[in-house]
């Protein structure tokens, strides 16, 4: 029975397939370990899954080429059902704020609401630190603080 994992995306999902083939076989070739194919569905499964976060890591640490597909989003997609690159939403959201920023404040949240709201946004911050998403995220959660008086 396959492990349940929340990849980004199928893509996500395809390269850390990749890099647990290309590790099993490495380690196949070194040892007595099995190859992939004689793995079975649920190893196949856990190795995968154990990628994806090498597969992170080595983005975060700057490892892989810097001209590979952009970082996209995790549930935003466009109208084709494809996710999009993290930095454009950015530029989306930032626009939107600018062009619609400018009208009446609506009481909309309740002080417990925008408290929820200004976590998940901190937590988002710390996800991305690096990246215009996580910095647009510090803004808007700064001014939600700022409003709420902390």
Excluded at 21 to 48: D, F, I, K, N, Y
Excluded at 70 to 88: H, K, L
Aim: glycine fraction near 6%; charge should be negative; hydrophobic fraction near 40%.
């Amino acid at each position: 029975m396959p492990l349940p994992f929340p990849y980004a995306d199928d893509v996500e999902r395809e390269h850390a397939e990749r890099l647990a083939v290309a590790r099993q076989q490495l380690a196949h070739e070194g040892a007595l370990h099995p190859a992939w194919e004689e793995l079975t569905e649920e190893e196949r499964e856990g190795a995968t899954v154990e990628a994806v976060w090498y597969l992170r890591a080595g983005r975060r640490a700057g490892l892989y080429d810097a001209e590979a597909s952009p970082p996209v989003t995790a549930m935003v997609r466009d109208t084709n059902g494809q996710p999009i690159p993290r930095d454009e939403y950015e530029t989306f959201l930032r626009t939107w704020i600018e062009k619609n920023g400018t009208g009446d404040r609506l009481a909309l949240l309740d002080s417990a609401e925008t408290f929820v709201v200004a976590a998940l946004l901190d937590e988002l911050c710390g996800i991305y630190p690096k990246e215009r998403l996580g910095q647009l995220a510090r803004e808007v959660v700064t001014e939600l603080n700022d409003r709420r008086g902390v």
